[in-house]
């Protein structure tokens, strides 16, 4: 190793705190937080704010507003989410850093994928062990690290815990934008890419569901005065997937349909929901402006009503010189610290699309190493979770030492 030896002391005292990690790792896969089921969201907050209190800092607990989602009958249903933890130390400090990490996974309560077990001496399988329960124990690593140095007096800091990040993070954004107008920049604990390698350029996303109503007739003896939903719907869905190809960048996928009943009787309803992908912003209006298109022709059809749900909740990620400069500190640091880091273009979005968006320069993939995420065969390296509470400690070092100071404009000292 080739740091410099002025941090070494808290870098070493981070290998002594692997066990602490892993074992918080596996407690917290223990407990199921699928975003929708907030009792177990809720759990794994008590938990977080246990383990939190050593780093010290104001803490609250947030309620956030409900999930909303249209239902397979084409009702708007609302689902009550975990409460948002926040915790802020220092904020009349010079540099203002933005740690956020989501407390929930894609696995719902009744999801056979529940417990942890050992793939191989390296290798733990469980739910949200990379995505990104790992990642949570890496950051407060980190931080409480930097805690025990001299460096921590430059740094304030916010920590973001939410509840709903698996499903867009749309009641939480508020407190994400609320952040980014008080941080310089921020560091979020997605798992990096299973080569090791971070998040660079990120896609935006948007989720929609369009339900049709028809009318409803017997199937045999008044077939002509029906007005067939699910036919209508079909039409629409062929018309919107013709749409993947037309713009670069843009890409939709239809990813869930319901719709019908008896055979006998012509259905008058069907639902049916997709996801559409993006890299310029600009592509969000030609999007907005095909879908009106393809519904104003279904819903210009004698008997055939259709209605279009969603929004864009995310927007690209791009990276500015001030973004591009945060990589570069951080690969410097992954090098004296023997690992080689690159960072890529994904189609997938988290947190970081939100903080972007709103000007604040960040990495968001410095959790855990691992790999399958979003499946039951979800695994964590063991290793990364030393290596990479490293990565972020040595990162807060050097920030706190001035890196980045030509490339940020504080917002500490404005308050
Ligand atoms: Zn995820």
Known sequence: MTFEPRYAPWLEWLDSQHDCMLARTIELAGINSGSLNAAGVNRVRETLQQYCSVLGGDTEVLPLPPYTEVTEQGEKQQFTLGDALRIRKRPEAPLQIFFCGHMDTVFAADHPFQSVRWLDDNTLNGP?????????????????????????????????????????????????????????????????????????????????????????????????????????????????????????????????????????????????????????????????????????????????????????????????????ALFELVRDCGEQLGMALEWKPTGGCCDGNNLAAAGVPNIDTLGVQGGKIHSSDEFMYVSSLTERAKLSAMLLMKLADGALSAHLNSKGSAR
């Open 128 to 324: 949200g062990v990379a995505d990104l329960k790992g990642g949570l124990m890496v950051m407060l690593k980190a931080i409480e690290a930097l805690e025990r140095s001299p460096f921590s007096d430059r740094i304030g800091w916010e920590i973001l815990f939410n509840p709903d990040e698996e499903i867009g993070s749309l009641s939480s954004a508020p407190l994400i934008s609320e952040a980014a107008g008080r941080c310089d920049l921020g560091l979020i604990y997605e798992p990096c890419m299973p080569d090791g390698n971070l998040a660079g350029e990120r896609k935006g996303s948007g989720n929609f569901s369009v339900v049709v109503q028809g009318r409803a007739a017997h199937a045999g003896r008044e077939h002509h005065l029906g007005r067939n939903a699910v036919r209508a719907l079909c039409d629409f869905v062929s018309a919107l997937d013709d749409l993947n190809g037309q713009r670069d960048g843009v890409t939709i996928n239809p990813g869930f349909i319901h719709g019908g009943g008896a055979v006998n009787v012509v259905p008058d309803h069907a639902m049916f929901r997709f996801n559409i992908r993006l890299s310029d912003p600009a592509d969000e209006s030609w999007c907005l402006a095909q879908l009106q298109r393809l519904g104003d022709d279904i819903n210009s059809r004698d008997g055939i009503s259709l209605q279009l749900h969603g929004a864009f909740g995310r927007k690209p990620k791009r990276l500015t010189d001030a973004n591009l």
